[in-house]
């Protein structure tokens, strides 16, 4: 007797397999969207504390004072002429480009400046508002939140008098050994 084997698998089977994995796709969107959003906050946020650590080692590099100045498109990084006999022309060290932004928002903290200037030591000098007045940043630290309108995460840059800057996470609640990434 003969019989006939079925190899591989029917039309109907294909597109039933095809229509779990379309609704799988469509219901892993929001959640793969949120993902995409807090992946461009954090990216800004390292991207700003990698800037402040570059106005920190140009300090050190070139034993000069050098500034981080934030803008609303993004931040320079540029020395101050020490004299005005100086004969070094000063020019931005480093441009961060707005479309690095991406919708992403950095706000300044009550009484963070919006320029932070580091001295030949990579300590915080103190910081100027937009107009240019100095001043000193006494006993607190110069904190920036990082937030993004479309997305749900927070993040949060912190630069001490010393000079440290570290990330961290605002909703996390307090730095602890459970959440290092806490603020």
Known sequence: MYSERNEGFSLIELLVVLLIVGILFVVSMPSFSTWIQNGKTRSVAESMQNGL???????LRLSRTTTFTLSTTGWTVDYVQNSASDTITPHPLLVSPSSNLGGVVITPSAGTPAIL???TFGRVLGG??????FTAL???DATYDITN??????QRVIVSQSGKVRM???????LSASRPDGC
């Open 53 to 59: 650590r570059f106005a920190q080692t140009e300090g």
């Open 117 to 119: 200037e580091f001295n």
């Open 128 to 133: 100027a508002t937009a107009a240019g007045t």
């Open 138 to 140: 006494g006993n607190a």
């Open 149 to 154: 309108p479309s997305g749900p995460r927070k």
């Open 168 to 174: 961290c996470d605002p909703d996390a609640g307090g």
